[in-house]
């Protein structure tokens, strides 16, 4: 554990001393032209692509800036996209500047939130969940301006709602990396210790740690057997998911403490800042 703090420490060093370059939204769109052509020289059906006036709508819309690295989070009301924002940004949901929770989702409004390590050049994006869709998945994607963002973490649940389908399946359109994150796993493995018969107010440490650990195998097999079934039935490439818990992955972004409940908060976290380091950033000292 202590060499994956280390590792994981010396990526945010790396991003410290770096600065964000070239946004690669216009060469994901040229990109995804290149394979519309291609598509109709095959006679199938193409989608349309966002204008460069489309774009720089979009970005000007979520208050996007070049020199940061913009991530989202989507999901359908009441998935914790908002508590995952905050454990992200290392704030609980009482700290000043925290996203909102526990309010019924109602806004259509995409909103920034800035990194609270304000050395690191990442902004968090609260994306409004839509559920069911009354128009094709490509458009609810370019009408929400989605392929400005550098990474799209998709939070889902027992099934896949088509817009989680919209967006990954756009994501591989424009060559944006996404995440799949089953969070609350701490509320899933309580639900199936108590589905095994687990009394709460049982004063049984043994009969506990024999639960919890096997309701903790079933909710890591359970939820990446449906998360690659709903893959295979949407016709995606299998992927990874994360299986998290918000309270673990805040104590690990604001204490550097990870529980032995953690499951894949570290994992995430060191993805996401790989993704960050490799993607857009060059040292400080290589600017022209």
């Keep these: 554990m202590g060499q994956q703090w280390s590792i994981l420490l010396a990526i945010v060093q790396i991003i410290q001393s770096l600065r964000v370059v070239t946004n690669p939204t216009l060469e994901a769109i040229a990109r995804a032209q290149e394979e519309a052509e291609e598509r109709l020289r095959r006679g199938v059906q193409s989608v349309g692509l966002p204008t460069p006036e489309e774009v720089a709508t979009a970005k000007a819309r979520v208050q996007h800036q070049d020199r940061l690295f913009h991530f989202a989070i989507a999901g359908v009301a009441g998935s914790g996209k908002s508590s995952l924002v905050n454990a992200l940004r290392g704030l609980r949901n009482s700290d000043s500047g925290a996203a909102p929770t526990g309010v019924v989702e109602t806004t259509t409004t995409i909103v920034p939130y800035r990194d609270s390590n304000h050395r690191l050049p990442?902004?968090?994006?609260?994306?409004?969940?839509?559920?069911?869709?009354?128009?094709?998945?490509?458009?609810?994607?370019?009408?929400?301006?989605?392929?400005?963002?550098?990474?799209?973490?998709?939070?889902?649940?027992?099934?896949?709602?088509?817009?989680?389908?919209?967006?990954?399946?756009?994501?591989?359109?424009?060559?944006?990396?996404?995440?799949?994150?089953?969070?609350?796993?701490?509320?899933?493995?309580?639900?199936?210790?108590?589905?095994?018969?687990?009394?709460?107010?049982?004063?049984?440490?043994?009969?506990?740690?024999?639960?919890?650990?096997?309701?903790?195998?079933?909710c890591i097999s359970d939820s990446r057997a449906t998360v690659q079934k709903n893959l295979r039935d949407a016709m995606i490439p299998p992927q990874k998911v994360y299986l998290v818990s918000n309270k673990v992955l805040l104590s690990a972004v604001k204490e550097h403490i990870l529980p032995k409940t953690a499951l894949d908060e570290m994992g995430l976290l060191k993805d996401l800042l790989e993704e960050a380091c490799g993607r857009r950033c060059v040292a400080l000292e290589d600017r022209a």
């Design 122 to 218: 990442f902004v968090w994006y609260d994306i409004p969940g839509a559920g069911t869709l009354s128009q094709p998945g490509w458009q609810y994607f370019n009408n929400r301006g989605l392929f400005i963002f550098d990474c799209i973490i998709v939070l889902v649940g027992e099934r896949f709602t088509q817009m989680d389908t919209a967006i990954l399946e756009n994501c591989q359109r424009f060559q944006i990396p996404t995440y799949i994150v089953r969070s609350k796993a701490d509320v899933h493995i309580r639900n199936l210790m108590s589905d095994m018969g687990y009394d709460s107010d049982d004063d049984d440490e043994p009969q506990y740690e024999t639960m919890y650990n096997a309701a903790h195998q079933r």
